[in-house]
T-cell receptor
Framework: NAGVTQTPKFRILKIGQSMTLQCAQDMNHNYMYWYRQDPGMGLKLIYYSVGAGITDKGEVPNGYNVSRSTTEDFPLRLELAAPSQTSVYFC???????????FGQGTRLTVV | GENVEQHPSTLSVQEGDSAVIKCTYSDSASNYFPWYKQELGKRPQLIIDIRSNVGEKKDQRIAVTLNKTAKHFSLHITETQPEDSAVYFCAAELGYTGNQFYFGTGTSLTVIP
């Protein structure tokens, strides 16, 4: 099993550009999450999904969108990138009845 | 929603000494408390967890204690080693919201050889 795979690992965006951060898991997990981690800060939940076709907002959803068309994939879309979105983004997943969350390796995004 | 506070933000200890990191939470409905270790440039990884029906859990040099009444939980690392140097995050899960985790702001632990 590859676990949770995120792409890309690094990206530089210009203000106003858009991009999609990809996340895929091969553990058949129901729950998937997107977090952002700002320097010296904890992980803030952006969006989460409890299953295919179901998504919900977390603590900091503004400026982001997600979709969950399959169990495996949970892409995060940034529209009109802003400098405040400069951060490290982590995707995570876990299964119903097993609370341990498995994280991807992260995507370091810089908006200039 | 839940609010998790973590202290201290930085901690330096001599190799072989113990390290203690403390977290408090606000929502009494939280029922699962994991601790994650994040080495520099790497992903967070679970090191130990505790459920609300347990007061203490131990795994070799690592232990976690939970005080439900006071709404705080702590990570204890004994006989620290340089490879314990990392950022440690506590988290609380609101079970009734479907596995939504709230993380503390992290503690950067440095073990001095």
């Amino acid at each position: 099993n590859a676990g949770v795979t995120q792409t890309p690992k690094f990206r530089i965006l210009k203000i106003g550009q858009s991009m999609t951060l990809q996340c895929a898991q091969d553990m058949n997990h129901n729950y998937m999450y997107w977090y952002r981690q700002d320097p010296g800060m904890g992980l803030k939940l952006i969006y989460y999904s409890v299953g295919a076709g179901i998504t919900d907002k977390g603590e900091v959803p503004n400026g982001y969108n997600v979709s969950r068309s399959t169990t495996e994939d949970f892409p995060l879309r940034l529209e009109l990138a802003a400098p405040s979105q400069t951060s490290v983004y982590f995707c995570a997943s876990n299964s119903l009845g097993s609370p341990e969350a498995f994280f991807g390796q992260g995507t370091r995004l810089t908006v200039v | 929603g839940e609010n998790v506070e973590q202290h201290p933000s930085t901690l330096s200890v001599q190799e072989g000494d113990s390290a203690v990191i403390k977290c408090t939470y606000s929502d009494s409905a939280s029922n699962y408390f994991p601790w994650y270790k994040q080495e520099l440039g790497k992903r967070p990884q679970l090191i130990i967890d505790i459920r609300s029906n347990v007061g203490e859990k131990k795994d070799q040099r690592i232990a976690v204690t939970l005080n439900k009444t006071a709404k705080h939980f702590s990570l204890h690392i004994t006989e620290t080693q340089p490879e314990d140097s990392a950022v440690y995050f506590c988290a609380a899960e609101l079970g009734y919201t479907g596995n939504q985790f709230y993380f503390g702001t992290g503690t950067s632990l440095t073990v001095i050889p």
